[in-house]
Nanobody, 122 residues
């Protein structure tokens, strides 16, 4: 499975962006999809995931970000509201079949999209 991530860009603090993650080949809704973000020189950090109809969020984004799946197109979106400069970083989507207890571990995802840069200006 290869993924395509899109939707990054420049936004002012308090603004919103929606990231999208789609498989370019045959859609497979059985896969769990997670969004992570990674700054240069740092580890990839969990943001949100959707798995088996349930959603999971990092504490830092709860109440601001929403992950949801378009079941027709099998595209997973990450709606990001009330963005702050601290959200400025490259975002990656991953797909896999992790056990739910490992949903926030990037190592259990076996396919990744290219990163998409989100820049939030103050």
């Amino acid at each position: 499975v290869q993924l395509q991530a899109s939707g990054g860009g420049l936004v002012q603090a308090g603004g919103s962006l929606t990231l999208s993650c789609a498989p370019p080949e045959r859609p497979d809704s059985r896969y769990s999809v997670g969004w992570f973000r990674q700054a240069a020189g740092e580890e990839r950090k969990f943001v949100a995931a959707i798995a088996r109809g349930r959603t999971y969020y990092a504490d830092s984004v709860k109440g601001r970000f929403t992950i949801f799946r378009d079941n027709v197109e099998n595209v997973v979106h990450l709606q990001m509201n009330n963005l702050t400069p601290e959200d400025t970083v490259v975002y990656y989507c991953g797909a896999g079949r992790p056990i739910l207890s490992a949903i926030s571990n990037p190592q259990v995802y076996d396919a990744w999209g290219q990163g998409t840069l989100v820049t939030v200006s103050s």
